[in-house]
């Protein structure tokens, strides 16, 4: 009977887990509404200057303010590991929703900002703890689920912008309230399906610590960290400054706006690609492909002339943009003990490499003009290839039975 039981076992621990599309499709759903509400700000800025006639110093303060909360997301992974994660990504929607709608109503600059600091609180309580949830109803397709999950995202940011717009145009900024009856929704609907679902707990201490979770994890994040700002370089001179690069050497604005489209489109194809294809070839291998890729394109996108530079730009968001989940993936797989703390120690690093480096490359462009930002960002691209070479061995593939 015992040798039974261990045949029995061994051959369900060869099939991989299964991966629940319905659960998956339904958060890469919701972080798409979600994120539709974050997108608010940008587009509807021009109205906020003029109804509380504001300098552009004081504009500025409010993007900061909304993303200020991203510097406690190891905070509020290490709650998020203690409670229960499905909590969080339940009821973020709604308090996303609920300020982002109330923005046209609010009296005075002051009652702005808390608004937004509200909302920058729960796009942390959403994207910190949901690649958990993710990990948990992926099985051992996880690279797959962060890809489905990473698009809804990517989607956001090109709809949001014209939600805002659209609504403003519809109702007028004073009235966009009910447009938070879809952030509401969506967290009715998640309580529904996720209410009885426990989040993916894995075995360890109960009441990990931010120290004990950063030296379990110390060996991953180490070099993520390195490769977040090697790629840092390349992600900003192509997603801030490539209209104003495209503009300042065709002077076709209207060329300077597709090029981002392209890219970003190009991304949105990368990140579909990129966590399923890690499932099957590993999460190394992905991301080494993409990191030595991307700094390849963009050099020879900078350096080639004619319309087959935008060949080589679309294969630059492809594989530039297509590391995220896989990251991801491999941030969630090695996390014993606390996966929520160890993704927002990930995401932490992610925003302030992100928000400095965007400063650097500024600065970098006006010193020696964009063109040579472009050349010396690809080639501390391929400063990554040293930092994925220091990640485990141990890529978690799913063995296809022939």
């Not at 912008?161 to 967290?187: D, N, Q, R, W």
């Amino acid at each position: 009977m015992q040798q039974e039981i261990e045949s029995d076992n061994s051959k369900s621990n060869s099939i991989p887990e299964r991966f629940k599309t319905k659960a998956v499709l339904l958060l890469s759903a919701c972080h798409f509404v979600h994120d539709v509400y974050s997108g608010f700000l940008s587009p509807l800025l021009p109205l906020l200057i003029e109804k509380f006639s504001l300098t552009l110093v004081r504009a500025g303060l409010l993007s900061t303010v909304m993303q200020l909360p991203s510097l406690f997301n190891p905070l509020i992974g290490l709650w998020a590991d203690r409670i229960s994660v499905r909590w969080f990504i339940i009821l973020a929607p709604s308090l996303t929703a609920i300020p982002m709608s109330l923005i046209g109503l609010a009296p005075s600059y002051g009652m702005l900002l808390i608004l937004l600091f509200i909302t920058g609180i729960s796009v942390s309580l959403f994207h910190v703890p949901s690649p958990t949830l993710i990990a948990g109803v992926s099985g051992a397709y996880t690279g797959r689920g962060m890809s489905f999950y990473m698009t809804g995202g990517e989607l956001a940011r090109a709809v949001g912008p014209l939600v805002a717009v659209g609504g403003v145009s519809l109702l007028g900024l004073e009235g966009l309230y009910p447009l938070m009856v879809f952030g509401i929704a969506s967290s009715v609907w998640l309580f529904f399906t996720f209410k009885d679902v426990p989040a993916k707990h894995k075995s360890g201490s109960t009441h990990p610590s931010l120290w004990s979770t950063w030296m379990e994890m110390r060996h991953i994040l180490f070099p993520l960290m390195a490769i977040l700002v090697s790629r840092g370089f390349m992600h900003a001179v192509v997603t801030t400054f490539l209209p104003t690069f495209i503009e300042q050497q065709s002077g076709n604005l209207w060329l300077a706006g597709i090029s981002l489209t392209l890219v970003e489109t190009a991304g949105v194809v990368g990140i579909i690609s990129a966590g399923s294809l890690s499932d099957v070839l590993g999460r190394r291998r992905v991301l080494l492909f993409s990191l030595v890729g991307a700094p390849f394109m963009l050099l020879s996108f900078v350096w080639v002339d004619g319309w087959f530079r935008f060949v080589l730009l679309v294969l630059t968001g492809f594989t530039l943009l297509s590391t995220t989940p896989v990251m991801l993936a491999i941030v969630q797989e090695n996390s014993t003990n606390s996966p929520s703390a160890a993704n927002g120690i990930f995401m932490m690093s992610s925003f302030m490499a992100r928000s400095a480096i965007t400063v650097i490359v500024g600065l970098l462009g006006d010193l020696i003009g964009l063109k040579a930002t472009y050349t010396l960002s690809a080639f501390l691209g391929f400063g990554a290839i040293p930092f994925i070479l220091m990640l485990p061995h141990g890529d978690k593939k799913i063995q296809k039975k022939i």
